[in-house]
């Protein structure tokens, strides 16, 4: 199984500024999630940022003199568009499998990243995968940061959502906030792999008219037909850094790690 691994970085954050550059027990953060992606089977391990102080701050433990930074454009509008510009660059034909993972993940496992290409493998069909675990609670499953994915029998993605579906009508006889029923339902893990060709085509597209009412990119390959299968997590991962409680939370892991 043969795919690459690009990890979108950019400097400005609204509410972890530099985020990509903080220090988590000795190590940045991109540093760590380099080091989670080079752990996994992938061929390549690149750095896609528009911040030369972030290009600057990560190496391959593997090679630690190869460059693996690769700079895009400023303007670029997501993560996904930085991606789709470094396969451009490099000339990846239309059936490469590159993996997206987050640049604030510090602990992300790598046998995520090798399930999500190798779900590709398995199903050619396919132009996206990208991964799902059982909600645990209600509060979840209420929660509108908790994006929710609904699957066909096949594994295909029926739709993805910020609300709580699929809705159990039964399950809240008084509305909205009588619900008590959330079994079944999953939550979304926002790990990419992508057939380079799908890749270019939907960063080719507008954003979609879903896509912009739930702020959720995926819906934009959706609505135009891109096959997204999804897998269930062999393993859960950590919950990401957004906030200064999440950094403060990943450097007492890692502090108990070493």
Known sequence: MAFHVVIPARYASTRLPGKPLLDIVGRTMIQRVVERACASRADQVLVATDDARIAAAVHDPRRPSAAIAVMTDPSLPSGTDRV?????????????VVVNVQGDEPFLPPALIEQAAALLERDPAAGIATLAAPIASLEEFLDPNVVKVVTAHDATALYFSR????????????????????????????????????LRRITAMPPSALETFEKLEQLRALENGVRIVVGRCVELPEPGVDTEADLQRARR???AIV
């Open 84 to 96: 789709a510009a470094v396969a451009a660059g490099r000339g990846w034909s239309d059936d490469t």
């Open 163 to 198: 609300a709580p579906i699929p809705w159990v009508r039964d399950g809240a006889p008084r509305g909205l906030g009588s619900q008590r029923e959330f079994s079944g339902s999953l939550r979304h893990i926002g790990i990419y792999a992508y057939r380079v060709g799908a």
């Open 253 to 255: 892991k890692a502090a």
